[in-house]
């Protein structure tokens, strides 16, 4: 299978216009693919191949995602939160977002504590 061949691309006024995705929707279109050319089946697909390893990798990322509900809840994944969580500007302007994608978290940050005094 061509996974990279023009019939791959995803028809984005058809998806554009669902209020949801499957997290294997979501991962198909966040790879620029088709989700009815790239599908949940091809989860199973040969590992040898980049796409579908991208797909397996980007699918798993996405359902945890799920789990902590930064993209939707349960199987439904909201189309602009998916492109806010991946930071993808890309993304967000073929989704027909207006503006860039700005994470709604603040980043964590570590301290460490450096000993004052010299080790023997």
């Not at 790879?31 to 009815?36: F, N």
């Not at 797909?55 to 798993?60: A, R, S």
Request: proline content about 6%; overall charge positive; aromatic content about 8%.
């Amino acid at each position: 299978m061509e996974y990279n061949s023009s019939s791959a691309k995803p028809d984005w006024k058809h998806w554009q216009g669902l209020p949801y995705w499957t997290a294997a929707e979501a991962a198909a279109l966040s790879l620029g693919k088709d989700p009815h050319f790239l599908t949940q089946a091809d989860l199973d697909g040969d590992e040898r191949l980049l796409t579908i390893q991208a797909f397996q990798k980007q699918h798993e990322r996405i359902r945890r995602a799920l789990d902590l509900k930064l993209v939707g809840e349960g199987d439904a994944v909201i189309p602009e939160r998916l492109a806010i969580w991946l930071n993808d500007a890309a993304f967000a302007k073929v989704l027909g977002m207006t503006q860039k994608p700005k994470k709604e978290a603040k980043p964590i940050v570590y301290e460490m504590q450096i000993p004052t005094k010299r080790l023997r």
